[in-house]
Nanobody
């Protein structure tokens, strides 16, 4: 069974920083893209940042210059460094990975359980 487990969420003040981490575990053959999505109350889930297996990145306009995504291919982990946080960053953040399981021919999208990030005074 493949699992994505997030950690690092919490409550921070505006202007503060937080680092999210996600670890993929199980019999994984290869991971293509990894990324972070978020969903605020009453809003649709949106892409925050994406990173390919080759290290190419893509960010939502709202977080450019403030967030940095990274990954460790050897450990099957992805991180999100969040700086200069704003109240509008408040959301549940979900880890995402497109991967191929060992012994399977197909790739599939996998999601973490989500971690709450709250930016408030």
């Amino acid at each position: 069974q493949v699992q994505l487990v997030e950690s690092g969420g919490g409550l921070v003040q505006p202007g503060g920083s937080l680092r999210l981490s996600c670890a993929a575990s199980g019999r994984i053959f290869r991971i293509n893209d990894m990324g972070w999505y978020r969903q605020a109350p009453g809003k649709e889930r949106e892409l925050v940042a994406l990173i390919t297996s080759g290290g190419s990145t893509n960010y939502a306009d709202s977080v450019k210059g403030r967030f940095t995504i990274s990954r460790d291919n050897a450990k099957n982990t992805v991180g999100l460094q969040m700086n200069s946080l704003k109240p509008e960053d408040t959301a549940v953040y979900y880890c995402y990975a497109n991967l191929k399981r060992t012994g399977y021919v197909d790739y599939s999208d996998r999601w973490g359980q989500g971690t709450q990030v709250t930016v408030s005074s």
